[in-house]
């Protein structure tokens, strides 16, 4: 088989469909890319997914490193579409030879593939640069880290747990969270009782009721197995995830998922236990500015808690988010001063980042007091790899069917479980 | 009068027999930039093993085709492409003749009728999506509602989370979305038939029944071209709304070819084999649109 470069072809080829003048703007390996900076330009683009409630005060900080530096950066943002559409977008513009200089992504998986295909820059120079081993947490780096090469920094690190309202919570009887998955499942049973939802999850996209099932599967295999079988070092063919599946079921079965839950969009029901249409969802810290504040509800109506796994260490799902450099941009220093300044716990508390992965940075308890007490309660908990970042999509995707069939009676937990033990094993083998 | 010379018109060539490239020469550089080189470049990256991000790839040959049988997903997208084609044609275009005949006769506010029946093609597709969604949602949507209050619990359904309804119910909107564009061809074709045609046929005892088959569907055969031709091409290429509806899901029971194009190529970073599902889509359609542009090329000549 033969290698062949993708500039290399499209050069050959323009220059022979339409001459030597369009080959030299499409071929060659010198160029910087349409929308990468050139070198020595004071103009920097940063592409990101923040929506309308935060986007305003990244501006504020970006204006504000401007202004000291000189500089001309441009923001642009694809809000609301989650992991779904936005690297799409990343990979269409870096592909089009128009990427910007910096752009924000999530960990593990999702963030990879730009890595491995070297479009982010190795940012090992200016991590020992600006300090960030020291400033950042390690955990946090590790997400951002490829192959041994740290081609992100990151700057949030979320965890995943239970958001609840309290008035419901109150109705069904119920005082405070459960401490037992036990009490949980008592708890969805005092809620549907009283006709009330308890969790509200949406199985569009499938990484939403994704969440779900992660947690269903730390709580019957636990940390150390629940990793083995994330890596693909465990079979997924054995009772542990046989169970978890099993308990998947249930919940829907005993209608404490909303009816049709599969068909949802995260988007409509997610936030409905702000709207009181449920009693809680599995969600991360950002919902109290997205959710809680947006609908103008004052945050002491809601509280969070860590899903009760019933297992040590007790841990959650999470993530982290951070921002890599186009390896193409010229004004990769520029950049890196750029991500420097943001990353400082100033602007960090500035821009009411929920769970900052700088030292120093911890949520303000008066701006996001839910977030504050998420971070303190558990923040220090270890956490395990959300599942559509421990796997490629692809092979997310073909998780999420599974779970799809699952819930609609065409696969029962066994089979389910060897299903799954054939998708990552043919993943860990590739 | 004395050395000049009569030219005869006929015999003056500016630019010789190259002058019809001469003004050729623009469009055909538009096409070949924009239609045919990205077409060839489709067609050898389908040939390669390129994950639509990196700077290399390999030439598999034709791997990625011989693939293309073994994935479960090609075979429920071509039946979910074929049930779709034919559902998304066949009900449009009856639908939208029959409101055309209606609407040609005497009817009151026939202009805001058109307007109405016309309406939802003009909208944007995601608010249509965005619409239908609502519409759906099992607990709190209009159509579950409905169905309860008259009685019929039973048929209230989750419309897109269950994979017997999923593809139907994405279908309805399309229908919806869609019925408008043929009435309006209709509607001018009927209106172009001459009135004597009905007249002699009512002398000669015609029933209406008979005077639809036997006057207004001959001559209607123009619009039934444009209308079959252009739907077929519609109903091909979907892929916004099941995107924006269901994004293929649940699981993949609603991928069609076109969504299970982007996915492979935008999502999996397997451009090599999506770009080979984007090949065989384009071969079926050509074939598929080869006996209307031999019927059209005939009904011109």
Request: aromatic share 12%.
């Amino acid at each position: 088989m033969s290698n062949f470069t993708r500039r290399g072809f499209l050069g050959l080829t323009s220059a022979a469909a339409l001459g030597a003048g369009l080959s030299a703007c499409t071929g060659g390996g010198a160029s910087t890319g349409g929308g990468a900076t050139q070198s020595g330009s004071n103009e920097l683009r940063l592409f990101t997914y923040e929506g309308d409630e935060t986007i305003g005060l990244l501006k504020a900080q970006i204006k504000k490193f401007d202004e000291q530096n000189g500089t001309t950066t441009t923001v642009d943002s694809l809000p609301g579409s989650g992991a779904a559409v936005y690297p799409d977008k990343l990979r269409t513009e870096l592909l089009g030879g128009k990427g910007p200089d910096i752009w924000r992504i999530w960990g593990g998986q999702i963030g990879a593939p730009f890595a491995k295909a070297k479009q982010a820059l190795d940012l090992s120079p200016y991590y020992s640069k600006y300090g960030w081993d020291s400033k950042i947490s390690t955990t946090a780096i590790g997400g951002m880290t490829f192959d041994g090469v740290k081609t992100g920094v990151p700057f949030v690190s979320l965890g995943i747990g239970a958001w609840y309202n309290k008035s419901l919570f109150a109705k069904a009887g119920v005082s405070g969270p459960p401490k037992t998955y036990a009490e949980l499942e008592a708890l969805n049973d005092k809620l549907v009782a009283v006709g009330v939802t308890p969790c509200g999850l949406g199985g569009k996209y499938g990484w939403d009721i994704m969440r779900l099932f992660e947690y269903l599967l730390e709580h019957t295999a636990g940390p150390d197995l629940h990793d083995k079988l994330l890596t693909g070092a465990e079979s997924w063919d054995r009772p542990e995830v046989v169970e978890a599946f099993t308990l998947f079921k249930k919940w829907q079965d005993k209608k404490w998922l909303p009816q049709g839950a599969l068909g949802l969009d995260p988007a409509d029901i997610e936030p409905g236990y702000v709207q009181g249409k449920t009693a809680y969802t599995i969600t991360g810290p950002w919902t109290e500015a997205a959710a809680i504040l947006t609908a103008k509800k004052s945050p002491a109506g809601f509280g969070n808690f860590e899903l009760p796994t019933d297992k040590t260490p007790a841990r959650h799902s999470g993530f982290v988010e951070g921002y890599m450099i186009n390896a193409k941009t010229g004004n990769a220093d520029k950049a890196a001063a750029l991500l420097d300044f943001i990353l400082q716990p100033a602007a960090q508390k500035a821009m009411q980042i929920s769970a900052s992965t700088v030292k120093g940075a911890e949520p303000d308890p008066k701006a996001l007091p839910l977030s504050a007490e998420w971070s303190t309660k558990y923040g220090g908990n270890p956490f395990y790899t959300i599942q559509d970042q421990a796997f490629p999509k692809k092979q997310a995707d073909q998780y999420f069917s599974v779970q799809s069939d699952l819930l609609q009676g065409s696969v029962q937990p066994d089979a389910a479980a060897k299903k799954m033990q054939e998708i990552v094993s043919a993943w860990a083998k590739s | 009068m004395a050395g000049t010379v009569a030219v005869k018109p006929s015999t003056v060539k500016r630019g010789g027999r190259w002058s019809p490239w001469l003004f050729a020469i623009p469009a055909l550089a538009v096409y070949v930039a924009f239609l045919v080189y990205p077409a060839l470049s489709s067609l050898w990256f389908s040939l390669t093993n390129w994950d639509g991000l990196s700077a290399t790839y390999k030439f598999v040959g034709l791997d990625n085709y011989f693939k293309l049988p073994h994935d479960p997903v090609v075979v429920s997208a071509v039946q979910n492409n074929l049930i779709w084609t034919v559902v998304t044609i066949a009900v449009p275009t009856v639908i939208g003749l029959l409101l055309a005949i209606a609407l040609n006769g005497k009817v009151h506010g026939k202009p805001i009728l058109r307007l109405i029946f016309y309406t939802p093609a003009v909208l944007p597709l995601v608010s249509i999506a965005s619409i239908w969604g609502w519409l759906y949602n099992p607990q709190y949507g209009a159509i579950n509602s409905f169905l309860r209050m008259i009685g019929l619990d039973g048929l209230a359904q989750a419309w897109l989370g269950q994979d017997s309804t999923a593809l139907w119910a994405v279908m309805v909107p399309a229908i919806w979305l869609r019925t408008g564009f043929p009435m309006l061809l209709y509607l001018a074709a009927l209106q172009g038939i001459p009135n004597e045609l009905y007249e002699a046929a009512t002398v000669d005892g015609a029933t209406k029944w008979q005077q639809f088959w036997h006057v207004t569907m001959p001559s209607l055969r123009p619009a039934h071209y444009i209308v079959l031709a252009l739907s077929l091409i519609d109903s091909f290429k979907v892929f916004d709304m099941i995107y924006a509806m269901t994004y293929g899901g649940p699981g993949t029971s609603t991928q069609v070819m076109g969504t299970w194009m982007y996915f492979n190529v935008f999502q999996y970073y397997q451009a090599g084999y999506g770009t080979a599902i984007a090949v065989v889509i384009t071969l079926v359609a050509v074939a598929v649109g080869i006996p209307y542009v031999r019927s059209q090329t005939r009904e011109a000549s």
